[in-house]
């Protein structure tokens, strides 16, 4: 099995599309730091005019942990696409390239070979956040510093010390890979029903917009559908930076994605090894 994910990794970093995703984020990247060095001090006036009646605002409130969270509420519900570049190619790749009778003759289980491109994707996917960590966090201190943190939500304000932020960070980061990880379920699955990659990232991205449409829409029905999207739930990584957390929403939102990725990879199983190579 650890040759097959070895392999899968080697087929996914020796195509010049896994790397449209890290030269996508590490040009948005940089450009958002710069708007906020220039800018940044308007936004921070935005969010507390409403405030400013009532408080003093002293300290570097334009800092890295407060541009950090900036670019994670603006990127997130992009990133799906670009996973989808390299999930939506996994198992579509081999009908375009007609390799699916030669990867499926050697003596492996067809579960063996889609559960070793599941594993790679989500290696792939993972790095894909890590790097979005990275240059986000590591370049935002770097360029703007430290210092308390301030949330503005429409009903409260929080303020967070500097040495209270970095653990929210790593556990937020690891909210979205895991959020990340049930969009990359959805194109995988999308690859496995077409012979060609174009279709799974064209659905993945109809998906995001018809599921983000559905949640801001109003009334009892669409209300009622909410809690089954995964897009409801793509920017509850803000929860760690409540001051206490609300740690039975975090935790349901977690079941919520691993139950997506469930049911969304037992149907990429069991339809692939159902799957006719021989037409």
């Known amino acids: 099995m650890f040759n097959l994910i070895r392999l899968e990794l080697f087929k996914i970093f020796s195509k010049w599309r896994t790397y449209i995703g890290f030269l996508v984020l590490g040009l948005i990247i940089p450009l958002i730091q710069v708007a906020m060095h220039f800018e940044g ?11 400013k009646g009532s408080f003093n605002f002293t300290g570097n409130l334009l800092n890295g942990y407060m541009v950090t969270r900036v670019i994670l509420q603006t990127l997130i519900i992009q990133v799906p696409i670009l ?5 939506g190619d996994l ?3 081999e009908a375009t390239a007609g390799t699916y009778r030669l990867l499926l003759i050697r003596p492996v289980s067809r579960l063996q070979v889609v559960s070793s491109k599941f594993i790679a994707g989500l290696i792939y996917t993972f790095f894909l956040i890590l790097f979005m960590a990275i240059l986000s966090l590591g370049l935002s201190l770097l360029i703007f510093g430290t210092g308390e943190m301030i949330v503005v939500s429409s009903f409260t304000i929080t303020i967070l010390l500097a040495n209270d932020v970095l653990w929210r960070f790593a556990f937020a980061f690891a909210f979205a890979f895991l959020s990340m990880s ?3 379920s959805f194109s ?20 995001l917009i018809v599921f983000s449409i559905l949640n801001v829409l109003g009334g009892s029905f669409f209300n009622g559908l909410q809690p ?3 897009t409801t739930y793509l920017q509850n990584w803000k929860l760690f930076f409540e001051f206490p ?10 079941w919520v994605l691993l139950g997506h990725i469930l049911v969304l990879n037992s149907i990429t199983f069991y339809y692939f090894n159902k799957k006719d190579i021989q037409s």
């Open 41 to 51: 001090q308007k936004y921070i006036e935005l969010a507390t005019q409403n405030l």
């Open 83 to 87: 996973i989808s570049l390299v999930a």
């Open 91 to 93: 198992l579509a790749g």
């Open 182 to 184: 049930v969009g990359f």
């Open 188 to 207: 995988f699955l999308f690859s496995a029903f077409v012979e060609n990659s174009i279709g799974p990232i064209i659905s993945t991205m109809g998906l």
């Open 228 to 230: 089954f999207l995964f």
């Open 245 to 254: 957390f609300d740690k039975p929403e975090i935790i349901l939102s977690i």
